[in-house]
């Protein structure tokens, strides 16, 4: 018989298809019709008789998915294969099979996730989001035998499901020479590019505005940056390393109408005593200015500002300005490199007793780090509900180095270098007790001292 045409399927689905080698990785985008064109596969091969197939996903409803889209291509290769199911016990739990049979003898096999549903079989075998298998190591290790010793084939396909899953690590191998196997990444992007959106709308043509808006939709709804990017930027998430998960983060969020916050420091309507703390950039990174008023035991924002490429006159006359009122207690600039100059005059002008400049060291980043964990594992802090802020909260990361020491960065990028956040860290740093007495000669004390 002739095999139905590939021009149905879009450029990477064909390219997973007619890969002949033996064992291959697939990194990839949510959605795009990846186990589908994997099905077709299974069919085609089982047509020409090239032994069985094993196939397991992460859970059964999945398994069962990718028996019904073969059970569609054996209509269209117009091949008779019986549907049957078996039980079979794997450490003493039940588990079923699900079996397509070929008039050949050849079978299509969907069962447990558990490695040992690969043992003691031979043929090609597949696994379906194998990032999220529990037991990925094991799993390759009875895949492995089953499909290469004798010359099957070896599928492995995935979503990410963070750095530091094993599926993320066996492409870096692959990248980097240490293991044989090809890779095919396709992100929504290039899924996009490649006729995605048309099929799914089905358009006759390709669709430039179409295409944009349907992503623009799709980034629009998407939670978070970590999100869009593993599921569908083929990027592994860092949420584990991130210092304040997502979690933390949003149950400290308040919205405007709860949380009101100005920008100048005239418009602000807080007398309780006022923190402030200063990231300071210049041409690459924001200037951020946070102030924390403290109600109770909870310190809220009451006051954010940010300069992008401003002269160091205007951040110079902000923080003057806003060190005029008479409730700000204590302010904490960072003199790391390019703030030097106007944490200094500020000192000069306000006093050590207000205004304390902090050198970035990674001591320092761990002592303004972790203090400001606590306080969102506590609840006691209130933020903007605001996404870029949330993304830059999210940004720092707690980093554990071959030498066992711990440091806490973030990759610099168009929105800054997670400068919010450490604005927001000085800012708790600046709460602390005043260690240095009040000197005489004031002409007013500020509210709370």
């Known amino acids: 018989m002739t095999n139905p045409s ?30 589908y064109a ?21 859970d059964f409803t999945a398994g069962r998915e990718f028996m019904d889209y073969c059970r569609t291509w054996c ?15 794997i450490d003493d739990r039940k588990f079923t099979n699900m079996v397509l049979t070929f008039a050949s003898g050849v079978k299509i096999v969907a069962g447990s996730s558990n490695p040992v549903f690969f043992r003691s079989k031979g043929g090609d075998a597949d696994a379906d989001e194998y990032a999220f298998h529990r037991e990925g190591r094991n799993l390759l290790k ?41 890779v095919h990444r396709v992100t929504i992007l290039d899924a996009v590019e490649q006729g995605l959106v048309e099929k799914i709308r089905k ?20 939670p978070d940056q970590d999100t869009w990017n593993e599921e569908y930027m083929c990027i592994p998430g860092s949420g584990a390393s991130s210092l304040l998960s997502y979690e933390l983060i949003t149950a400290c969020e308040r919205s405007a109408a709860d949380l009101p916050i100005v920008e100048d420091p005239r418009d602000l309507k807080f007398n309780g005593p006022l923190y402030v703390g200063g990231d300071i ?9 946070w102030g924390l008023g403290k109600v109770g035991d909870v310190f809220e924002t009451r006051l954010r500002k940010e300069f992008r490429n401003a ?82 909260l999210h940004k ?43 000197p005489p000669p004031m002409r007013f004390k500020p509210v709370g001292m």
Request: proline content about 3%; some cysteine; aromatic content about 10%.
């Open 203 to 222: 358009l006759k043509k390709p669709d430039a505005k179409a295409r944009q808006e349907w992503l623009d939709e799709l980034r629009a709804t998407c």
């Open 396 to 438: 720092v990361q707690r980093i554990v180095t071959t030498a066992g020491n711990v440091r806490f960065d973030a990759k610099a990028d168009d929105a800054g270098h997670a400068d919010r956040f450490w604005a927001l860290a000085l800012a708790y740093h600046a709460a602390d007790d005043l260690k240095v007495p009040l």
């Open 6 to 35: 590939l021009d149905y399927f879009l450029p990477y689905q064909q390219a997973w298809i007619n890969d002949p080698s033996p064992f291959v990785i697939g990194e990839k985008s949510r959605r795009i019709g990846w186990t």
């Open 142 to 182: 009875a895949m492995h035998a089953t499909a290469l010793f004798w010359g099957h084939q070896l599928r492995l396909w995935s979503t990410h499901n963070g750095e530091g899953s094993f599926f993320n690590s066996l492409l870096k191998d692959a990248r980097e020479g240490r293991l044989k196997a090809t």
């Open 311 to 392: 002269t160091y006159q205007v951040q110079e006359e902000y923080f003057n300005l806003l060190m005029g009122l008479r409730n700000v207690r204590r302010a904490c600039l960072d003199e790391t490199g390019i703030g030097n100059m106007l944490a200094e005059r500020a000192v000069q002008r306000w006093g050590s007793y207000r205004v304390e400049p902090v050198t970035f060291t990674a001591q320092v980043k761990s002592d303004l780090a972790m203090p400001l964990k606590r306080l969102f594992e506590d609840r006691l802090v209130r933020v903007p509900a605001d996404a870029a802020v949330r993304e830059d």
């Open 281 to 289: 950039g210049r041409k690459n990174d924001l200037t951020v200015f």
């Open 38 to 58: 994997a099905s077709y596969r299974a069919v085609e091969r089982r047509v020409r008789k090239l032994g069985n197939l094993y196939f397991s996903s992460a």
């Open 75 to 89: 209509k269209v290769f117009n091949v008779v294969a019986k549907e049957t199911s078996e039980d079979v016990v």
